[in-house]
């Protein structure tokens, strides 16, 4: 296999930067359009180029979905927990002075 030359990332990268000024969430289309005529312009077969982008492309997009997804989730179980009326954890939980005062003017 051939090592891609110091243009061909060059080339890559200015796609990906131009990509990025368009209207479309993360470029989509744009900026994959751009990386597989890169790689096909330097010799890469445009099946195997076209596979490489959209594998590239799919984690970097959805890694962070998912990762924000499951911050997201934790949040609002925290949020559905407190409006239950659970105590918080520890002393320095938010809402922690609010649970102690109540608690004292009950006794």
């Not at 930067?17 to 005529?37: E, K, N, R, T, W």
């Not at 180029?49 to 984690?59: D, E």
Request: glycine share 12%.
């Amino acid at each position: 296999m051939k090592q891609l030359p110091l243009a061909a990332i060059s080339h890559l990268t200015a796609g990906r930067s131009h990509g990025s000024l368009l209207p479309f969430p993360a470029g989509v289309g744009a900026v994959d359009g751009g990386l597989v005529g890169a790689l096909v312009l330097y010799g890469a077969r445009a099946a195997p180029a076209a596979g490489a982008v959209l594998l590239y492309r799919g984690l970097s997009l959805s890694l962070p979905v998912a990762l924000s997804a499951m911050a997201w989730a934790r949040a609002l179980a925290a949020r559905l927990r407190d409006r239950r009326g659970r105590p918080p954890r520890g002393p320095d939980a938010p809402g922690a002075r609010r649970a102690a005062n109540v608690s004292s003017r009950v006794s």
